[in-house]
């Protein structure tokens, strides 16, 4: 694995970068790759945003999971990021999620 695509936008003006973590084995477990990226490099309207990791290999049989972590806890404004599905968007079956508080809609 050397890189991935999360279809994603930015929402009004987020004061965290965006980070996307590479977990392997369990959605809580190890993380084997980090992306962090700042508010100004991503878009405001729907994407598939890509995303370049060194290449890992992966294992056979054994379960990845891309985390965007919630948010850091001194943020208090509700501008953040969405990603995976957009109404009406070729995503199914998907779900809602944002990065203020790590809930779906």
């Not at 965006?18 to 959605?27: D, M, Q, V, Y």
């Not at 598939?48 to 965007?68: A, K």
């Amino acid at each position: 694995m050397n890189d991935l695509q999360i279809y994603l936008l930015k929402f009004g003006s987020p004061e965290f970068n965006l980070t996307c973590e590479f977990r392997e084995g369990a959605i809580d477990g190890p993380i084997i790759k980090t992306k962090t990226y700042p508010p100004s490099e991503i878009p405001a309207a729907w994407i598939w945003f890509f995303i370049d990791y060194e290449d890992y290999d992966v294992i056979e049989g054994l379960d990845y999971f891309v985390v965007l972590p919630p948010v850091p806890s001194d943020i208090i404004t509700s501008f953040g990021y969405e990603w995976d599905y957009a109404f009406g968007s070729q995503i199914w079956p998907g779900s809602f999620w944002f990065t203020r508080d790590g809930s779906g809609l």
